[in-house]
Every structure is written in C-alpha cells, then in structure tokens.
C-alpha cells in the first residue's frame, strides 16, 4: 500500500528508468511499459521477462517494436511509485499491502507470477552456534541468534544482524519475524547487535559478508551476487513453496489503475501469468546453474 497521499488529478511524476530493455532492432523504440521492482530487477529476471514478452508481441501480424523500463525500487517504494503514477506497474512480495493498494484506488489488477524463498544466512564461523540441519524452525533459529546477540553485545567480538531497514520486502519480513519471538530491536533503546543498512539487496548482503554478520536475504539475491560474497556466508533456513511456510516470498504484479500504458500492462500481465510464457521462464530462470524461483501455484477455477 502507499505510504502517501494518491492524487488522482496530479500529474505523474518522473522516475528515472534503471534499465531499458529492447530486442528489435530499432534502437530508439519507445518505452511502452514502465515496472518498479527490486531484487527481480538485480537478478536478471525482469530483462528475462521484458525480453520474453517483445518478441512474443513481435510475433503479431503488424506489431511495432516498444522498448520496457524497468525501475529499481523496494516494495514501499513500488507502492509509492503506482500512487505517483510514475510507473505502469510493480512486482511486490506483500499480499495484505497489495490488497490494500486496490482498496486505496492505486491499482486495479493483481496476479500472482511466481514464487520467491527467504533464507536465513550468516558467517561461515558460526559464532552464534545455529544449527545448520535446517531443522529448526526459522523462529527458533531467530531465539538462539538474539540470545547470542545479547550475550556478545558487550564483547570484543559481538555477533550482530544485519537489517536492510528500508521498508523493503526483507525489513518487513525480518521485522515480523523479530516480533514473532517477541522482539523489537529497532526500538528505543536501539539494539548495538541490531545493524541497520540502508542499501539494495546485493549491497547490503555484501556488508553482510564483509562484516561476518546474520541476515534475512532472498534466494534469488543470494545466487546473483560475486561467489566470495557466498563463499564467506552459510545458509542456515531457507523456505519452500508451502503457502503457510513464513519463509515463503510470493511475488505479484499490480497494475496500476491510471497506468499511461494500461493496455500494454494488462497485456504482459496476461503473459506473465501464462503457462508458456511467463510461467516458463519463472520456473527454468538460471543463475550460476541454480534455478532461482518456483512457478505460481495453479491458478483456481476458470
């Protein structure tokens, strides 16, 4: 949901493009479809998707060639930018915030286009001593990691967890898992354990790397980044597709009710969502040989 104000009336507000993805040969196609992501974006899928979706509307008898934008941008910041009217649409990981954004008037569609998974990652040393049979329960991991915090904070050698803190997908997730056990670090007064780092995923999970400390990050982030950033770090709970598993990540696309290019938006929602198109490259996109995401569930009734 958007955090400001929606002015229907406003005109929209210019959000520079991060990358621009174009396969015809017209180099100076216009931008017809504007995205707000973010780790997607990082990863490579967004191009894969952008790409996918121009040749398979070239195919069509007549069709021009169109250039997709693609806009860098946390889950917050996503919400903000349909309010703005500065994108088409956003990939988001927050269902009740995404309902919300359609009850607001920001968007009018949702889908859900694939599956994302959270892991629980930290120094190859372990100092906190967590398990790493991927047993325990990501709540339990969460009690022995802030017990160990405690007992270190005043330490030579405190262990310390690293949060990205900016309202993103991961601060939110994290956050709910903080508060599960009953914690709030980031309240007054402030936790010394608790490390907040403002910065896109790939960033902040290389401070995470460099400084030896414990982290929430996305499976699809961590198999992007430079192998010394996972060479010094260690998986310690990674989630499944199961819809109550609470390290599941789903991802939606939310078109935006005042989109510039509704019809284009709605169009690649439509591919994104079908078996052949979207779904595909969901299911089989590769990063150093490791298939980053699940396909959506199936989707119910006609």
């Not at 968007?107 to 629980?120: P, Q, V």
């Not at 400084?211 to 996305?218: A, F, I, P, Q, R």
């Not at 499976?219 to 609470?246: A, M």
Request: hydrophobic share 40%; charged share 20%.
């Amino acid at each position: 949901m958007a955090s400001i104000f929606p002015k229907p009336n406003h005109p929209p507000h210019y959000i520079e493009a991060t990358e621009v993805y174009r396969v015809a040969p017209n180099a100076d196609s216009q931008v017809k479809l504007r995205i707000a992501s973010g780790g997607a974006g990082q990863s490579g899928l967004i191009r894969a998707f952008a790409e996918g979706f121009i040749k398979d509307h070239m195919k069509k008898p007549g069709a021009a060639p169109f250039a997709v934008a693609w806009m860098a941008s946390d889950t917050t910041m996503s919400f903000n930018s349909l309010a703005l009217k500065g994108v088409d649409m956003s990939i988001t990981y927050h269902p009740i915030a995404e309902k919300t954004a359609i009850q607001q008037g920001i968007a009018d569609r949702r889908e859900y286009i694939w599956r994302d998974h959270w892991m629980l990652v930290g120094p190859a040393s372990n100092p906190a001593n967590l398990s790493t049979t991927g047993s325990d329960s990501i709540h339990d991991l969460f009690i022995q990691l802030f017990r160990a915090c405690i007992e270190t904070q005043n330490s030579k050698s405190p262990i310390r967890f690293l949060s990205r803190y900016d309202k993103s997908a991961a601060n939110i997730k994290e956050s709910s898992l903080w508060t599960a056990i009953g914690q709030t670090p980031w309240s007054y007064p402030h936790s010394s354990w608790y490390h907040t780092c403002v910065d896109f995923p790939f960033r902040a999970l290389e401070v995470t790397a460099l400084l030896g400390e414990y982290s929430l990050v996305d499976k699809g982030t961590w198999w992007s980044v430079e192998p010394w950033i996972r060479e010094k770090l260690t998986i310690f709970k990674l989630g499944g597709d199961e819809e109550d598993d609470p390290l599941l990540n789903p991802a939606h696309a939310l078109v935006s009710k005042e989109a510039d290019n509704k019809e284009m938006a709605n169009a690649f929602v439509n591919w994104l969502i079908s078996e052949d198109g979207g779904q595909e490259i969901a299911r089989t996109f590769t990063k150093n040989g490791v298939i980053l995401y699940s396909r959506a569930p199936p989707r119910k009734g006609p």
